[in-house]
Each structure stands twice: as structure tokens, then as C-alpha cells.
């Protein structure tokens, strides 16, 4: 089968033909129908993330934003069957720790990231695998296109997951997101559907356009303006600041800006994970956070059954996440999106639909 593969940090990546993978007794091959082309994979090519145990090794196939149809089943696999349309999250989990039984499997201890271990490749092939199948696949409803389905990803869903579980935004509630790539206009789009009054803030006023498409009801361009914490609550009632804000980038400068343009009593939702410029921590006003009871919450990933969520409000009309698609590809062309990404040069989602 042809596969796009990984040979080295910063290496260009190369369209090969691969062994198709196995099927295990607990997991499923997939045959690819399409797969959302996300940065934490520019981010794995780029060399970053080590300081998480996530070290690529030549050989290995990106994609964990998947959806296909089942082509083979293994024997113990039990809540799914071939020719069924499925999905699963970026991260594995095992489904017998206490966080998988408590409803937490994208915290699972075991956690496997798919497409960034040699032994759980990616999507960025006509096939992939899922392990522990009965645990991790989603049914997926075949009146969906597959490009929606690829779209909700790693960057919805872990968007979702953190703006509608992680932290409370009520009816009218002013929320901050920072950073308008896919994964902040996820954000964007569901806390508007939520109720809030979203105040988005980038750099490209191309994508503050499209925030204000997917509900923000204000927008910043911080190149425009000397103190972003000041702008913000310039916005909010009173000026006290936003209940919510999210950081979609994980760059120092806009942490501390998301944490410092919160209210009195207001959370903060890290979204964005560093690059190897913060090396996985930045430093934060601890004194101001305690003074005024901020909080600060992290969100990776989502668990298998609130999947249900996202399709019932996609549903009822309340959530489209089809809209922060902005293009689709052929396999061949994932290594030029990927390049893109480095250069910021790509709008909302890419999408892989040619295999």
C-alpha cells in the first residue's frame, strides 16, 4: 500500500509503498477514507516534543485524525464489524486503568499516540490500525462525509472536549481564545455554541475573519496592540476580563497573556503544547493567579463516549464542524501541507480525502 513516511527530523517526508499493517485479536485494520493533516504532526517531524518521550524514528507514518471502513476485524474484537465507518481518538488507551474506568481514557496511564510510536503507525495510508478496538473505535454516522468526520480530529475534539467538560462557560460568559488555527477556531465555534462571548485574538487578520464567521463576536490582531491583557478586558464588562481563556498556541507570551486578561475567579484552558523554544514550560504570575483564585486547566484529547456529544450537536444544527475544513488533499500532497504548517501558511483544517 503507498504511505507517506517519516525519514528523519526536519527530513523531507516521502509518498512509499509500505507492508499493509497487521491485525491483532483485540484490533481492526481501516481502510483510510480520509485524515486530518494536523501540526502536532508538523510538530513530531520538526523534531519537538521530546521532553514528552514522543521521538520519531525513520520508517514511521503520521495521521491520527482518521476515519475509514473496517476491512479486517480481530478474533476478540466484539462491538464492531467489517464495513462499519469508524473513528477513534489521537490517543489509545487500554480501557482497564482507573481513568479509563472512570470515563478519562484520553488520560489513560497506558496511552499509546497514534502515528507518533513505530508500533502504533498513523493514518497517512490507504490503511491503519487501532488497537484495542472494543475500547478506542467510534461508529460514526454514514450520513456524515468523511472529511467532517477528519475535521473533528485531535484538534476538535480536544477543543471540545476542553471548552464543554474542562471548564464552565455559561450563557453569556466573555471567553478569550488565543490563536486562530484549527485548533482555536474549534474553540471558537464551540464555546459560541455554547453561549459565550467569544473574543478571538491572532496575528492574520484572514483568521480573525474566519473566527468572526464561526460566532466571535469580537476580534483582537495583537500586532495592533501594545498589551493584549488590557485589550481584552477593554471588551468585558467593566473591564474586569474574561470568566475563560484559552491558549491555542503554547508560546510563553501568549500563556501569560491568556492567564493575565482573565476576571477574579476565571479559568484559564491550555489547549497549545510547546515547542522546543519553551521546551515544555513557561513561567507564569503565580502571585496574581492566587489573589485572584485563577484557575488553570489543561485538555488533551477526548474520551471515546463524548463523541456522542459531538454528534448530536452536530445533529441539532448547534455545532458544524465541517466549516473549519479549509482544504482537501491527495496523500501524495501531505508533505507540501506539511511544509505549510511550518510557515503558518494554511487556514482552519487540511484534509487528506485522496487515497
Known amino acids: ?184 477556531l474549534s474553540a471558537v465555534h464551540t464555546a459560541t455554541a455554547l453561549g459565550g462571548n467569544v473574543i478571538a485574538i491572532d496575528i492574520v487578520e484572514e483568521k480573525l475573519e474566519f473566527a468572526r464567521d464561526l460566532g466571535a463576536v469580537e476580534t483582537i490582531n495583537s500586532t495592533e496592540v501594545d498589551d493584549i491583557p488590557q485589550a481584552v478586558k477593554s471588551i468585558t464588562d467593566g473591564g474586569r476580563g474574561v470568566s475563560v481563556s484559552v491558549e491555542a498556541l503554547g508560546i510563553s507570551q501568549t500563556i501569560k497573556d491568556s492567564v493575565n486578561c482573565l476576571a477574579p475567579g476565571g479559568q484559564h484552558l491550555q489547549v497549545g503544547l510547546t515547542t522546543s523554544e519553551e521546551g515544555g514550560e513557561v513561567s507564569l504570575p503565580i502571585d496574581f493567579m492566587v489573589q485572584d483564585e485563577r484557575e488553570f486547566y489543561g485538555t488533551y484529547g477526548m474520551p471515546p463516549h463524548e463523541y456522542d456529544d459531538i454528534f448530536r450537536m452536530m445533529s441539532s444544527g448547534k455545532i458544524d464542524p465541517g466549516k473549519i475544513v479549509s482544504e482537501t488533499c491527495s496523500l501524495g500532497d501531505i508533505p507540501s501541507v506539511m511544509e505549510r504548517l511550518g510557515e503558518y501558511d494554511t487556514m482552519g483544517i487540511p484534509v487528506c480525502t485522496e487515497f
Not at 153 to 182: E, Y
Request: proline share 5%; hydrophobic share 40%.
Open 1 to 184: 500500500m503507498d504511505a507517506v513516511v517519516f525519514q528523519g527530523v526536519d527530513e523531507p517526508l516521502e509518498l512509499r509503498s509500505v507492508d499493509r499493517p497487521d491485525c491483532d485479536a483485540n484490533g481492526v485494520v481501516v481502510e483510510t477514507e480520509a485524515c486530518g493533516i494536523c501540526r502536532s504532526d508538523w510538530h513530531a517531524w520538526q523534531g519537538d516534543w521530546e521532553w514528552l518521550g514522543i521521538i520519531p524514528q525513520p520508517g514511521l507514518i503520521f495521521g491520527h485524525e482518521p476515519v475509514g471502513r473496517i476491512v479486517e476485524v480481530g478474533e476478540n474484537v466484539t462491538r464492531f464489524s467489517e464495513g462499519e465507518m469508524v473513528t477513534n481518538p489521537f490517543n489509545l488507551s487500554d480501557g482497564t486503568c482507573p481513568y479509563c474506568r472512570a470515563g478519562r481514557g484520553n488520560i489513560c496511564e497506558s496511552s499509546i499516540p497514534m502515528g507518533f510510536v513505530h508500533f502504533q503507525k498513523g493514518a497517512f495510508a490507504e490503511e491503519y490500525s487501532v488497537r484495542n478496538a472494543d475500547q478506542n473505535l467510534i461508529k460514526v454516522p454514514e450520513d456524515v462525509p468523511a472529511r467532517e468526520i477528519a475535521g473533528l480530529g485531535c484538534r476538535f475534539a480536544t477543543a471540545f472536549h476542553g471548552v464543554s467538560q474542562r471548564v464552565d462557560i455559561k450563557a453569556g460568559d466573555w471567553v478569550a481564545v488565543h490563536g486562530c488555527g484549527g485548533v482555536g
